[in-house]
């Protein structure tokens, strides 16, 4: 349970500007992001978040969820990701009501060489809807620009938009308020083909919201985030038509342990793995309306059965040995001795760093790539007051050294070198512990080899 909670409080990597990320939990860190919706396009990924800002005087509502706009982030292999910027505000929206910082949940699909991006906020005239409506914007391209409609889908009230295109090539767009809703959608994209359905055989007490379908084996999975407690968790149910009716079958993952009342999520193949993105209030543990979106694997029993996912701080891909390696990010970390902690608790953007106290701590991180060709040194970037040693092993604690490097004493924090003593090709893992007899504290914010 204590790593449970670590897992939930604490994530990191260092993502700046428009540069690449590494896809450790979570993933963007440049800025709060949720509700993300992933897709693939022409054998990239690219994910819509919501945005998350903090409120100030005139923006926004303290204490609630204060939105936008919207960027888009994209990746080919699920570890380097980069943010394309914003495609979608609020202000530039002609239907929208100025300054409502309500841009919540989005999707985006492709079709017919088009990419509709789908978002709700609140309306500027109250006749075409008293509470949330969702909006379109088109683009030829999956990063924009988007040009919004002038008016939003008629018939449609609520949040949360998700669309499937069925193998049949019909389009559905679901939504949520109270209960989820869905219809099919006309071949323009732009407007309902029929009235709002119910979709019915669902939990009738506590919230339900969120939701996103997709078709496995003639199989329409609806899932969903839903308070069956007192938080959102990740449910789903099973359909042999888009519009059901469903059957309840299950969690796709539980509670949040630390409190964050929502999740929202959805669900990705890519070269034959399925994925669950979602988000949780990592980079904000005290205020969870500032969210940071995440990705784990996820699998399917043989019956067809969605298997419970289990978060990880490690998220997804590999790290290169020539990357900034966060070890905070760790898959495995001893019960005591080693904890981890913020860089900076007034800037939670910059990430965590990983406390060695005495010499019974230790920290493994896996998936490491060494590649084939020699690597010579390993560089660290710690500081301890009394000075320590850390040793550097490959797979486990008894593996081989790879490198001792020495963290001279003092309170700034140093970047240090040593020679690589025993390299490697292939993945590994890094497992990182002070040198025995060590004493005092040392903390490392990263490793990297060169």
Known sequence: MRHLKLYWLLAALTLVGLSPAYA??????????????????????????????PAAPGRGRAGWFVMEDYHVFSSANLTDWTDHGVIVTQNKVPWVKPDSYSMWAPDCIQRNGKYYFYFPTTPRDTTVSKGFTVGVAVADKPTGPFVPQPLPIKGVRGIDPNVLIDKDGQAYLYWSQGNIYGAKLKSNMLELAEEPQTLGELPTKGLKEGPYVFERKGIYYL????VENKTERLEYATSTSPLGPFTVKGVIMDESPTGCWTNHHSLLQLKNQWYLFYHHNDLSPNFDKNRSVRIDSLSFAADGSINKVQPTLRGVGLTSAKQKIQLDRYSRLSQRGATIAFLDTANTFQGWKTVFAGNSGWVQYNGVAFGAQKLKTVSLRGTSPAGATLQIRLDN?????????????????????????????????????????????VEVDWVRFE
Request: charged residues 15%; aromatic residues 12%.
């Open 24 to 53: 450790q939990n979570p993933f963007i860190t440049n800025q709060f992001t949720a509700d993300p919706t992933a897709r693939v396009f022409d054998g990239r990924v690219y994910v819509y978040p919501s945005h998350d800002i």
């Open 223 to 226: 899932t969903y985030p839903h």
């Open 397 to 441: 604690a008894t593996g081989p050294v790879v490198a001792e490097v020495i963290v001279p004493k003092g309170t700034a924090w140093q970047e240090v070198k040593a020679p690589v003593l025993a390299f490697k090709p292939g993945t590994h893992a890094l497992y990182v512990a002070p040198k025995a007899k060590a004493a005092g504290t």
